[in-house]
């Protein structure tokens, strides 16, 4: 059964930082794209970042390029998002998708991970 | 940025009845079109990718259709488990965009 489960999330002043992490289980973690996806509170979903399967292409929203920095491990079978000089507007639940390499629709979810940013 | 445009906003429909809901994109995605179902408090579920390919385990009264810019998907006798929000998505260019969601609700 693929599981993917969000970690990392809280609450963090404007400007700080913040590490999310995903932990992957019950597929071939190193075979697939990965990718975060963001839903602020009562909002629709937008695409955040992705990576590919060996790190070789990696892709940012403008809204976080810069600040965010998406990486994976695969003898960890894990997925990070650095979080830099975060803002009010990042304020969202984070979620961590699967999608097969080359075709970035999203498969399979986690439960996704709440950070809040506010003083 | 392809901007993707979800109608309507809110839909209503009886239980047993058919839902339509469409999606337009600024510019042609080919079939690079998904659909999610989000229920509350709850990640989404891919429904349907490449505009019209169902996604495992999903139950043949859903169905997508279209290519370029307008897209359907089509909820053909709706139960009490698909009242949700629905978003498109598109995959043709980057950045990934997606829909405002429609919110299909029980009338």
């Known amino acids: 059964e693929v599981q993917l489960v969000e970690s990392g999330g809280g609450l963090v002043k404007p400007g700080g930082s913040l590490r999310l992490s995903c932990a992957a289980s019950g597929f071939t973690f190193s075979s697939y794209s990965m990718n975060w996806v963001r839903q602020a509170p009562g909002k629709g979903l937008e695409w955040v970042s992705s990576?590919?399967?060996?790190?070789?292409?990696?892709y940012y929203a403008d809204s976080v390029k810069g600040r965010f920095t998406i990486s994976r491990d695969n003898a960890k079978n894990s997925l990070y998002l650095q979080m830099n000089s975060l803002r009010a507007e990042d304020t969202a639940v984070y979620y961590c998708?699967?999608?097969?390499?080359?075709?970035?629709?999203?498969?399979?979810w986690g439960q996704g991970t709440l950070v809040t940013v506010s003083s | 940025e392809i901007v993707m445009t979800q109608s309507p906003a809110t839909l209503s429909v009886s239980p047993g009845e058919r839902a339509t809901l469409s999606c337009r994109a600024s510019q042609s995605v080919s079939s690079n079109l998904a659909w999610y179902q989000q229920k509350p408090g709850q990640a989404p579920r891919l429904l349907i990718y490449?505009?019209?390919t169902r996604a495992t385990g999903i139950p043949g009264r859903f169905s997508g259709s279209g290519s370029g810019t307008e897209f359907t998907l089509t909820i053909s006798s709706l139960q009490s488990e698909d009242f949700a929000v629905y978003y498109c998505q598109q995959y043709n260019n980057w950045p990934l965009t997606f829909g405002g969601g429609t919110k299909v609700e029980i009338k």
């Open positions: 998708a699967r999608s097969v390499s080359g075709s970035p629709n999203f498969d399979y």
């Open positions: 490449g505009a019209s």
């Open positions: 990576i590919s399967s060996s790190s070789g292409y990696i």
